[in-house]
């Protein structure tokens, strides 16, 4: 019998918080083994570095966020965990907005900082996620 398919979770973070991501990535690295995970380029890259496999999109601010939203407007990815810096300015704020609004319209789970990705991962642990 095959397998059920993972579900994907995307990883998302600002330069500033970053480190907070990578800490919070190894802290619940066994967790996030059990799922596909996708990322914007240098998030990804240094989740990578944790062992982690992750499918690297292009970088936030020449469209890596409109990527991620895509999935996330056609089903192909589940939870969104994106560590915003709110302090920092963002020349492709349009982008992150736009992935914030995609992720309501379609209901899927999304933290914008650590005490709610931690929530997230709770939550997936146990099997909450909406089919
Ligand atoms: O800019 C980002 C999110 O808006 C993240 O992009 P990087 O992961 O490439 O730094």
């Known amino acids: 019998m095959a397998l059920p398919k993972k579900k994907t979770i995307a990883l998302i973070a600002h330069d500033g918080k970053k480190a907070e991501m990578i800490s919070f990535v190894k802290d619940n690295i066994e967790f996030f083994k059990k799922f596909e995970l996708v990322a914007t380029s240098t998030t990804g ?6 062992g982690l496999k992750v499918k690297r999109y292009l970088s936030g601010p020449v469209g890596g966020d409109a990527q991620i939203t895509a999935l996330v407007a056609t089903e192909k990815c589940h939870a969104v965990i994106f560590m915003r810096d709110p302090l920092g300015m963002h020349p492709h704020e349009p982008d992150i907005y736009s992935l914030l609004r995609i992720c309501d319209v379609h209901d899927v789970p999304l933290a914008t900082n650590l005490s709610s990705a931690q929530l997230i991962v709770k939550g997936l642990a146990k099997n909450l996620l909406k089919e």
């Open 45 to 50: 890259k240094l989740v990578a570095q944790t």
